[in-house]
């Protein structure tokens, strides 16, 4: 059974850094892609950051230069840190194995406000 398990989300400031991780488990965590998604209040979950198993990465354009995905393939583990923060991050932030659809963790919330 596929699961996923965030964290690291929390309170920061505009301008803060968070670091939030997430394990995989169920599936092999080594050849899959990942990814993060973010969902704001009232608004549909959007992609913000994907890394393959050979270390491919992409961004949305909204976090490209503040924010890094990164994997510990030993760990099955994946990474998203978070620099330079906005507001308009904020969202409850979830991993996502992408070969399984549907499968989503519980999320992590980032809220950025001062």
């Known amino acids: 059974q596929v699961q996923l398990l965030e964290s690291g989300g929390g309170l920061v400031e505009p301008g803060g850094s968070l670091e939030l991780s997430c394990v995989g488990s169920g599936f092999r965590f080594v050849l899959e892609p990942m990814a993060w998604y973010r969902q704001r209040p009232g608004e549909r979950r959007e992609l913000v950051a994907s890394?393959?198993?050979?270390?491919?990465?992409t961004y949305t354009d909204s976090v490209k230069g503040r924010f890094t995905i990164s994997r510990d393939s030993a760990k099955n583990t994946v990474y998203l840190q978070m620099n330079n923060l906005k507001p308009e991050d904020t969202a409850i932030y979830y991993c996502h194995a992408e070969s399984y659809v549907l499968n989503w963790g519980q999320g992590t919330q980032v809220t950025v406000s001062s």
């Open positions: 890394i393959t198993g050979r270390l491919r990465t």
